[in-house]
């Protein structure tokens, strides 16, 4: 319960200014739409909002090196943060072999996939022409980025991490489709429209 929740509260440390640079930037944003006449629909600017505090979350979490999230563990006990002397840069591990991951902890298997789902669901929502090639390659090219940063940052580049994530960014726009198929009408609401047509 502890790793969980530590995972929730290094989320929330990403989230909330993932969360202030959308505020900052919605103005910029709205001008921009106008000059080009097009309107951005309240169910659009919440997902945006939730995708964007997604976002800094995930590269929280992902991004850091492994103590960060062990100090979270502290905070949660009452300790006061306490990194030590734990460089930020420091090279990792790495695994190349294809499903040796697969005998080890299956809820962490199931994590890797189940975290990046949101990558595919909400590009899909958000962005028109979002196929599931455009989904396949976003996946690819997140994953492999977060993996060679972590190999920087002292933690693991694994090739097991690297499949799971793709997938899971290819269910998420899989489940998009699923959604427009079932209910187009609503999945039409998180589109930019034409001013004057909402």
């Known amino acids: 319960m502890d790793r969980l929740a530590a995972y929730l509260l290094t989320l929330l440390w990403g989230a909330l200014p993932a969360l202030a640079a959308y505020l900052c930037l919605r103005p910029w944003r709205q001008r921009r739409l106008r000059r080009l006449r097009l309107v951005s629909p309240p169910l659009r600017e919440a997902a945006l909002c939730l995708f964007c505090m997604f976002c800094g979350g995930m590269a929280m979490l992902t991004l850091t090196p492994r103590w960060a999230v062990s100090s979270f563990v502290d ?42 789902v949101p990558f595919g669901f909400f590009a899909a929502l958000l962005w028109r022409n979002f196929t599931a090639r455009r989904a396949l390659l976003t996946g690819l090219a997140i994953t492999a980025f977060v993996e060679c940063w972590q190999l920087l940052v002292g933690r693991t580049f694994d090739i097991d991490d690297l499949l799971l994530n793709t997938l899971g960014v290819c269910c998420g726009c899989f489940l998009w489709h699923l959604l427009q198929r079932l209910r187009p009408e609503l999945t039409e609401k998180f589109h930019c429209q034409a001013a004057g047509i909402q």
Do not use: C, K
């Not at 006990?77 to 005998?103: D, K, M, V």
């Open 75 to 116: 905070l949660l006990h009452g300790y006061p943060w306490n990194a030590g002397e734990q460089p930020f840069f420091r090279l990792g591990t790495w695994n190349l072999t294809p499903l040796r991951s697969f005998a080890q902890d299956r809820f962490i298997l199931l994590g890797n996939v189940v975290m990046f």
